[in-house]
């Protein structure tokens, strides 16, 4: 790694981080500055601004995610289950290690507008869209806006999973053990494909 890419990390690491815990209004350029180690001619040089900075921390995590979920969609083949789209879509969350992310995570899904604008319009509305199509072609017996809902249902289970798995087995008393992150996949994946088609 070049000086350079190790400075630009150095600085998406600690705007991460920052973003997460103290949210991206009161989080300042010269905080980020201060925990990265590094000058301000250095973000403005990688970045240009705070809010190009925050395009930056947001999509170095979503867009692998997305890359990965339309790759495993496609090689589903053209008439997929609902179980291999669901698969297709929770893999990629459930297979990156996203623990030191969900600060941000918690940050962005705590205010809907914010997370509207930079993160469905910018990274997920084609995604969703994709994944919508496919499920809506699976079961035919389900109109379109009750897939579309139960989509968002499970995107409720997905984030809820991410943010509090963690301490499942804490507050189940020792019963719930996540660490097996496949079988947490199918478990997750059966529960929802059931959901998806209940009448």
Do not use: C
């Not at 991206?24 to 500055?33: H, K, P, V």
């Not at 290690?97 to 469905?120: I, T, Y």
């Not at 009750?146 to 995107?155: H, K, Q, T």
């Amino acid at each position: 790694m070049t000086p350079r890419q190790d400075t630009k990390l150095k600085i998406l690491d600690s705007a991460e981080k920052l973003f997460g815990i103290n949210g991206f209004e009161t989080t300042s350029l010269r905080d980020i500055t201060t925990a990265a180690d590094v000058n301000l001619a250095a973000v403005n040089y990688h970045f240009q601004s705070k809010d190009s900075l925050i395009e930056a921390v947001i999509a170095r995590r979503i867009e692998p995610v997305n890359e990965r979920r339309m790759a495993l969609l496609d090689a589903a083949g053209p008439e997929p289950t609902v179980e291999q789209i669901l698969e297709a879509f929770l893999r990629p969350v459930f297979e990156t290690q996203m623990e030191g992310a969900m600060p941000l995570v918690g940050r962005l899904l705590s205010n809907p507008v914010f997370f509207v604008d930079r993160m469905w319009e910018k990274h997920l509305a084609p995604v969703g869209k994709r994944f919508v199509e496919a499920l809506v072609k699976a079961l035919p017996h389900q109109p379109p806006a009750e897939v579309a809902l139960r989509l968002y249902f499970s995107v409720g289970v997905m984030t809820h999973m991410l943010l509090w798995g963690p301490i499942f087995p804490r507050i189940t008393g020792g019963m719930v053990d996540i660490s097996d992150r496949q079988a947490l996949l199918q478990r997750t994946v059966t529960f929802l494909a059931a959901g998806f088609r209940a009448l």
